[in-house]
């Protein structure tokens, strides 16, 4: 028996890395009975006869994104660029509330810094005043990819973004073993898909996986009540239960701890006002 972890699946067919190489294995009988669908990410026991292999048993997972589909992703790393797409915070707050959602690790990366450093420390102010980690790279001049591989290594990190702010290129520089497509945004645009397609845990030289999550266009909201969005927003927590009343929405009642601090400078105008927007989409979204 042999330990490994699926770094790829089509068609029934996985692809299972282990300490002396990646074996082909298909799911045991018993397994596709319990309906136990294996995924990418899960860490496996397999058997070889004959030089096929066999997965045998899927251990316990620790967390599972459905779109992608993947399992025990220890890290998130949301990718925004400075410019070129320009920068979508209804789309990166979307992003982030996955990653609390899920509860792992969640990291801002704005990209492109070479083309617009300003937008990019204007963006990195708020996420850190909101309290996320913020890093700031540029595939093109290589800033801050030796510290988002530090961040990278011996973990297992899903990155996401939408289509066009250089995730693929980003990955081809924290390792330049990588050899991912990339595309050109206009392209892109004009022919309405993205460049990035299958699912698949890319091993790292520094240790680690990482998931190159093809770019989402257009998104669905999170399967969440409008009412437990408060808790998605990090830097709400320290105002919650303040308000005059309870079951407070934050959304324009009189005595509201949330909008006071949101008038007080402590939360941003724009996470808040990206609350609103996300709150009215849910309730709305329920009604239907
Ligand atoms: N100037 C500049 N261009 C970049 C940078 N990173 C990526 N690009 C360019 O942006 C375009 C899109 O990059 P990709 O890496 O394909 O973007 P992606 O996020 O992987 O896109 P999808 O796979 O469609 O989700 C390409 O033309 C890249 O060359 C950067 O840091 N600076
Ligand atoms: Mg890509
Ligand atoms: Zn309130």
């Known amino acids: 028996m042999r330990e490994g972890i699926i770094v790829k699946g089509i068609g029934g067919f996985y692809s299972v890395k282990t300490a002396d190489g990646v074996y082909e294995c298909r799911a045991r009988g018993r397994l596709r009975r319990?309906?136990?669908?294996?995924?990418?990410?899960?860490?496996?026991?397999?058997?070889?006869?004959?030089?096929?292999?066999?997965?045998?048993?899927?251990?316990?997972?620790?967390?599972?994104?459905?779109?992608?589909?993947?399992?025990?992703?220890?890290?998130?790393?949301?990718?925004?660029?400075?410019?070129?797409?320009?920068?979508?915070?209804?789309?990166?707050?979307?992003?982030?509330?996955m990653g609390e959602i899920i509860g792992v690790q969640t990291v801002l990366c704005l990209n492109k810094t070479d083309l617009d450093g300003d937008t990019g420390s204007e963006i990195r102010q708020i996420y850190e005043q909101a309290g996320y980690r913020v890093l700031c790279t540029s595939a093109v001049c290589g800033a801050g990819i030796d510290e988002l591989r530090a961040l990278l290594k011996d973990r297992v990190t899903a990155f996401a973004g939408n289509s066009g702010v250089g995730k693929s290129s980003i990955l081809n520089v924290v390792d330049l073993d990588f050899v991912l497509k990339t595309?050109?945004?206009?392209?892109?645009?004009k022919r309405g898909r993205h460049t990035t397609r299958m699912v698949e845990l890319l091993a790292l030289g520094c240790g680690g996986y990482v998931l190159d999550t093809p770019g989402f266009s257009s998104f669905e909201l999170p399967d969440i009540k409008a009412e437990e969005l408060e808790l998605y927003f990090r830097e709400f927590s320290p105002y919650l239960g303040?308000?005059?009343?309870?079951?407070?929405?934050?959304?324009?009642?009189?005595?509201?701890?949330?909008?006071?601090?949101?008038?007080?400078?402590?939360?941003?105008?724009?996470?808040?006002?990206?609350y609103k927007a996300l709150y009215y989409d849910l309730k709305k979204a329920k009604e239907w």
Not at 57 to 73: D, F, H, K, W, Y
Not at 243 to 265: K, S
């Open 34 to 97: 319990e309906s136990v669908v294996p995924m990418v990410g899960d860490r496996v026991h397999i058997s070889l006869e004959n030089g096929k292999g066999s997965i045998e048993a899927i251990g316990e997972r620790t967390s599972m994104l459905i779109r992608p589909p993947v399992a025990n992703i220890d890290q998130l790393v949301v990718v925004a660029a400075c410019s070129a797409p320009a920068p979508n915070p209804a789309l990166i707050d979307h992003f982030l509330i």
């Open 183 to 189: 595309g050109e945004v206009s392209e892109k645009i």
């Open 242 to 274: 303040k308000c005059r009343f309870r079951g407070c929405a934050h959304v324009g009642e009189p005595d509201c701890a949330v909008l006071a601090a949101v008038q007080a400078g402590e939360i941003s105008q724009q996470r808040y006002d990206s």
